[in-house]
């Protein structure tokens, strides 16, 4: 245990470094679900084109823009990338079965990895900064020993998850294209007899999930320091598993999944201190089998009918 296990600050600190990490993990979770939802698929170059988006907010910073505006077009391009994808190539394959759509998707990331690395380079690159990251750029809560205070990136990570779940709800529940989209991820087939654009609604899931990963990505970079072709391929992993969590047809449950996965992989270290290294994964990992156990669809996903 801890030695620090009674203090105030020392668990608050925890709990604030998991929420952070975990809205990271819930950001990867969202675009994963956006994809499944729809086509019933798992990008498994969501974290690759993720880094893209990352790295062509660094270029465009490199060149003179400021880093909102830099992230604004990323975002853009990101979501014609990704439509343009699914148009383009996953939808030709989809014809064909389930199996060619894993492997264009596991061919895109190793050919957008490979990519980056050679535009790029393999050395890390400096990380794109939305945020103020200063050593004085922090709130302090309590003077300690230790210390509590969170910090203006963890504060604007936090803000931008909630701020993109309140867009998400907003367009959704209450825009005609967030009705279509609804309503192809409830039932396809009928959503086409009715007259909606099934294509577009796909192009529209992929896209936004690129946009999204993007963003995760560029504050993947901030908090890390840096940024490099590996940046999302570790935290793609904990994003799968907070979708797993959460339940894979669930924008809520993959914002939870990843607050909880996040919270398990702070505190549980933290507190019982033999655990160390990549034990805490493990940890996490274990709590996500162990759900899935109890509840296959994860913990707020839907559970799929049979009739017979």
Avoid: C
């Amino acid at each position: 245990m801890s030695p620090n296990i009674d203090n105030p600050a020392y668990l608050l600190q925890l709990v604030t470094s998991g929420l952070t990490n975990g809205a990271l993990y819930a950001l990867v979770a969202l675009a994963v679900v956006l994809v499944y939802k729809t086509t019933s698929h798992i990008n498994l170059a969501q974290g690759e084109m993720a880094t893209l988006g990352a790295f062509a907010v660094f270029e465009l910073g490199r060149h003179g823009v400021p880093v909102w505006i830099a992230i604004g077009i990323a975002l853009v391009l990101s979501f014609l990338f990704g439509a343009g994808l699914e148009r383009g190539l996953i939808r030709p394959l989809e014809k064909r079965g389930v199996f060619p759509v894993i492997l264009a998707t596991l061919a895109l990331f190793l050919i957008i990895n490979a990519l980056v690395a050679i535009f790029w380079g393999t050395q890390p690159v400096a990380a794109p900064r939305p945020f103020p990251s200063g050593i004085e750029d922090k709130f302090d809560i309590l003077t300690g020993p230790p210390p509590f205070f969170i910090t203006h990136v963890a504060l604007g990570i936090l803000a931008v998850l909630v701020a993109l779940l309140v867009g998400l709800w907003l367009l959704l529940e209450k825009t005609k294209l967030g009705l279509g989209y609804r309503a192809v991820a409830a039932n396809r087939e009928a959503a086409e007899v009715m007259g909606i654009p099934v294509g577009r609604m796909f192009m529209f899931g992929w896209g936004i999930a690129a946009a999204l990963g993007t963003l995760a990505a560029g504050l993947v970079a901030e908090t890390a320091g840096t940024l490099d072709f590996n940046s999302m391929a570790a935290i793609l992993i904990f994003g799968l598993a907070a979708a797993t969590l959460g339940g894979f047809d669930s924008v809520p449950g993959a914002a939870v999944g990843g607050l909880a996965l996040g919270l398990v992989m702070a505190v549980v270290p933290g507190v019982f201190t033999f655990i160390k290294g990549d034990l805490s994964l493990v940890i996490a990992l274990i709590v996500v089998l162990v759900v899935l156990l109890v509840r296959p669809q994860g913990l707020f996903g839907t559970k799929t009918l049979e009739r017979v």
